[in-house]
Nanobody, 114 residues
Framework: QVQLVESGGGTVQSGGSLRLSCAAS????????MAWYRQTPGKSREMVAM???????LYSDSVKGRFTISRDDAKNTVNLQMASLKPEDTALYFC????????WGPGTQVTVTV
């Protein structure tokens, strides 16, 4: 059974840092992309950062230069190091894994206070 477990969310002051982690288990076969998305109430879920199997990464313009995504294929984990956090980064953050199907984690809350 496929399972995604996220950790590392919390509350931090503006300018602070947090590290999110996502551990994926139960996969058979290759994982293609591993990504982090976020969502705030009333808005669509948006891609924050994505990593693909060839090492390529994508970032949304709003987090470029502040967030770093990394993955460990041996452990099936993907991390998101977030620095210089801003109040507008406050959201529910989701891990997304694309294999034969797309899987989502339950989400972890990140709150950035002024």
């Amino acid at each position: 059974q496929v399972q995604l477990v996220e950790s590392g969310g919390g509350t931090v002051q503006s300018g602070g840092s947090l590290r999110l982690s996502c551990a994926a288990s139960g996969f058979v076969g290759r994982i293609d992309t591993m990504a982090w998305y976020r969502q705030t109430p009333g808005k669509s879920r948006e891609m924050v950062a994505m990593t693909v199997t060839d090492g390529g990464v994508l970032y949304s313009d709003s987090v470029k230069g502040r967030f770093t995504i990394s993955r460990d294929d041996a452990k099936n984990t993907v991390n998101l190091q977030m620095a210089s956090l801003k109040p507008e980064d406050t959201a529910l953050y989701f891990c997304r894994v694309q294999a034969l199907k797309t899987y989502w984690g339950p989400g972890t809350q990140v709150t950035v206070t002024v």
